[in-house]
């Protein structure tokens, strides 16, 4: 049997052992480099056994240079959520889900699955959600509707009383999808109609002059500023920072906005409609799903725009959402109509890390909270949620 | 003679000389030659005037008595000769002149020659001069010899002429300095600036005739003669008595020799080649005849011919997959139309409903019941209106679905309540009723009552006009147009050749299309007249589509046949597609893209590219680019309706499984 000289490398300070060459049988696995390193990782400093998967290999002067990473553990299913009707989109933070169904309502659920509140007002499904901020036990909530309108509610968790606050009409077309600024005072909305606005988040307790119907759909909101610019309806809205949105549109592009003026500041032309985008601070990329079933992760400053860093092709389906991992540079979280969400690292390209096939029928939304909980909701009426922990443990490393 | 030889040594000259023009020419010359002698013979002897006959044989008159004329033209006799032998021979003996006498023969008298004239005879037969006088060896005095003297022959001076200039000659170059001094005369003239010599091929045309030397092609050459053309061939080359009479049966162009190889003794007794002449003249024939230029072949490849079709894959965008597929309907999707947005999809079902789809999740929206299968649904193109035509049974519905921007909701409910009838009533072939109660909450708005089934609806692109077909063999109403602010129905067609199978409205200009079984009709709805009659060449068209520039139309058929024709080219098929294995239900084009697709029963949506120019010279440019299969056939039916997304390069099929297919 043939040898190889190997040496091996880490960039997690953890896992260092000493730049040596060794001599390896050459048709040895995955597994059995992770035996050699797990046995020289003791020899070092009598750690515990670790998974370890290869990453990238290259050669050099007839060494191979294997870099070495931990390897993740695969995301455990924790809870399933059922709804009334299709989910059409997911937002979590550290302690509740809000879901939007198309049933016309909002819900909250608590982390262990359990139904806490129902936001009903909208007369039409409810297409996106999305939490302000929270003082205290009261929290502030968002849902766009097919209705034209978003609504902003008042959520007391103590009490479990919810209170439309306002109620934001200007949109022509159904409001598709909702983003709240960084500062959560702001946020902005795309609709069908074309158009983006910019809408306050602040929730005034002012006093209407006429006594309107405040109690039913609070107090009439309009915005704060539109922009227009996309010839298709926009599919997906978020906020890069305090200043600059970030809007995706089946018009095949994805444009850059400057919140304060008004103006546009980039395009990126696709070939494919966009159905959702993602922007991850800690890479700076963003990621787009579209209708020809690739997750593609684009650069936002590239001047010359239509430029496609990496395409992330396993889908069989329209990518309908795409998440970045809040705490992990390389990881992203896709849902696809072909009923799978995939979870990838953007270093191997070539396949997901892990399928997670548990959706029935159409996954229409995903969502990673901080706390490391992927999120996943369909057409089947079901919400899953899985524990992902590798990735707190890699960011506490 | 030489030219003679010259002239027949070349084959060719013969053929030359064998015209009478030349031969006479020939002919002339001889003449012309022969007269000319008889001239200087006759000059010369001109002084001799005592006959007068000339020089000419004298024995042309030996059978006359006379031997000429004289001067005054009589006739000078013959002196009378009539010694035999023996007087001649006594004559002899006895004249002492016998010796001395001489017959003149132009006259023929005896002449005595003299004392004189016999010396002149003598001293001439001893080659001496004539004159007797003449001293042949006088000393000879030399005048001038070469020995100088002292003294000069003469002492003359030299003339003071021969030291001074010459006078006239000083005048002459005066002359002559005086003209180049004028400039009169230039001293070195320039040189001839036209060379003298120039380039005969300079300016040749290598294509004018004489290019052709280049593709010089020499006449071709005699077959050597063989041994069996030999005087004395060896004994195989000769024919036996069976080959001779064979080859004598033979046709001569047949025969393998021309001629019969004989065996001769020695070469003088070989004949005269008796097919000589002939030979010639038929190695003239094949001289002229022969190709005198290398033509140059053009060698094309059949492939080349072909127009290249550009690939599919540079054609792009058009649908290659499936996406999403609607379900709900529990029987067979005959209809489907997209709302001007393209937000929303309604199809129509044979399960008596109509349901409303988002196209974006394939979520049904909204399920409306109607009162029979529905046949036709059509989405009201203008984007300020929103209703929907759904044509069941008899009736044709207009629904209100509620979706898209409320605000066109109900300014379109706005718009249909605020109708005011007319203060006279006019009879018209449908009713018009307000849907109320139940209906009115599910979104009818207008029920139209026809008097027969209605199979087609369609809007024009105003939004304001309807146009429905009910197929009924040889009645009248086939067609009606409805204006739906006015409730006011229309027959634009007091009688209507053939079976209606589907109307269109041009997008653009006022004119109207009828296909029937065969034929589109195009009519020209402001001045009502049948404008342009296109013959499908099909048996039975079922479907038909107008491109969005109005110049181009896509005729679906039951034979399996898409037809293409180009109003501005031609009323006959422009291109006739057979791609398709059973009938076609369904065409559609697309609004912006260039394309166009079909469905058939045998359950595939064909996509193809249909590029119009807008130049006026360039065909349209059709290239089948995708086959897209998604439905299962049921009861024999595969797809029923297709139509296209109106902003993206997506088409929906609707099939007889009760689903309605996204391809993108």
Partial sequence: MSQVQARFFTENKKYLIDDVPFSIPAASEVTDLSAVINKL???????????LCVVCVCLQEDVVEIEYVEKFTAPQPEECIMHDDWISSVEADSEWILTGSYDKTARIWSMEGKAVMTVAGHTDVVKDVAWVKRDGLSSLLLSASLDQTIMLWEWNSERNKVKARHCCRGHAGSVDTVAVDPTRTKFCSGSWDKMLKIWSAESNEMMPRKKQK????GLTRTPLMTFSGHNEAVSSVLWMDAEELCSASWDHTIRLWDAETGGQKNAITGSKVFNCISYSPLCRRLASGTTDRHVRLWDPRSKDGSLVLLSLTSHNGWVTAVRWSPSHEHQLVSG?????????????????????????????????????????????????????????????? | SQTKKSLFSDPRSVWFISSPSCVMFLWHTVKWADSLLIFITFSVRSQDIRNTVGNIPMEWYKDYPHIGYDLEGKKIFKPIRNKDELDEFLDKMENPDYWRTVQDKMTGADIRLSDEQVDLVHRLQQGKFGDVNFNEYEPAIDFFSNEVMIHPVTNRPQDKRSFIPSLIEKEKVGKLVHAIKMGWIKPHRPKETTPQYYDLWAKEDPNSILGRHKMHIPAPKMKLPGHEESYNPPPEYLMSEEERLAWEQQDPEYRKLSFLPQKFACLRAVPAYS????????????????????KMRVNVNPEDLIPKLPKPKDLQPFPTTQSLVYRGHSSLVRSISISPSGQWLVSGSDDCTVRFWEVSTARCLKTVEVGGAVKGVAWNP????????VSYDDTVVLLNPGLGDRLVCTATDQLISSYEEPEEVKDQPVQWAVAEGEGHEQGHRLILKHPKAVRQVTWHGKGDYLACVMPDNGNSLQVVIHQVSKRRTQNPFRKNKGLVQCVSFHPIRPYFFVATQRYVRVYNLIKQELTKKLMANCKWISSMAIHPGGDNVICGSYD??????????????YKVLRHHKKALRSVAYHRHYPLFASGSDDGNVI?????????????????????????????????????????????????ADGTVCLFT
């Fill in chain 1, 41 to 51: 990782l003791e020899a070092k400093n009598g750690h515990e056994s670790v998974q």
């Fill in chain 1, 214 to 217: 405040t109690e039913q759909m």
């Fill in chain 1, 336 to 397: 696809s109509l072909d009923n799978v969400v995939k979870l990838w690292d953007t270093r191997s390209c070539k396949a997901p890390l892990y399928d997670l096939a548990a959706h029935e029928d159409k996954v229409m939304c995903v969502d990673w909270t901080e706390n490391g909980l992927i999120l996943s909701g369909g057409a089947d009426n079901k919400l899953y949620t899985y524990r992902y922990s590798a990735c707190v443990s890699d960011a506490g490393a």
């Fill in chain 2, 275 to 294: 097919r000589f002449i002939h030979e010639r003249f038929e190695r003239c024939l094949d001289l002229y005849l022969c190709p005198r230029q290398r």
């Fill in chain 2, 382 to 389: 203008n984007p300020s209106i929103c209703l929907v035509a």
């Fill in chain 2, 560 to 573: 399996c046949r898409l037809a293409w024709f180009d109003l501005d080219l031609s009323t006959k098929p």
């Fill in chain 2, 607 to 655: 996509v193809c590219h249909g590029m119009v120019y807008n130049d006026l010279l360039q065909n349209p440019l059709i290239v089948p680019v995708k086959v897209l299969k998604g439905h299962t056939i049921t009861h024999d039916l595969g797809v029923l309706d297709v139509t296209f997304h109106p902003t993206q390069p997506w088409v929906f099929s609707s099939g």
